[in-house]
């Protein structure tokens, strides 16, 4: 996937779509890479392949990916440091994911 932020937006909003769509706290994201430190690290398959092995550039990508769905007005950053998405946009989320993600 590399280092690309709009890879890692899509990536993010297939990510968001499992969860409420109210108030999904950033801080989830970063503390789901800190935990997987150290162990059989099925998180970079999960997230975003290519960032880095440290937690800087982790965070980064996420910030990046954040802000470029907040510049389409996908999702709305919270002033908790949450993100927020429409309900429509979260239904559409859902509905474009392919059958098999839909599996969790």
Do not use: K
Not at 28 to 57: H, I, K
């Amino acid at each position: 996937m590399g280092d690309d932020p709009s890879q890692h937006a899509l990536t993010l909003l297939r990510l968001l779509c499992f969860y409420h769509h109210e108030q999904v706290p950033v801080q989830m994201f970063y503390r789901a890479w800190q935990n997987s430190q150290g162990q059989v690290n099925q998180l970079e398959s999960l997230l975003w392949l290519g960032t880095g092995s440290e937690f800087p550039d982790f965070r980064r990508a996420v910030q990046a990916a954040i802000a470029l769905l907040v510049s389409f007005s996908l999702v709305t950053l919270d002033t908790d440091a949450s993100v927020s998405i429409h309900p429509l946009v979260h239904e559409w989320c859902r509905e474009r994911l392919a059958p098999n993600e839909g599996e969790a």
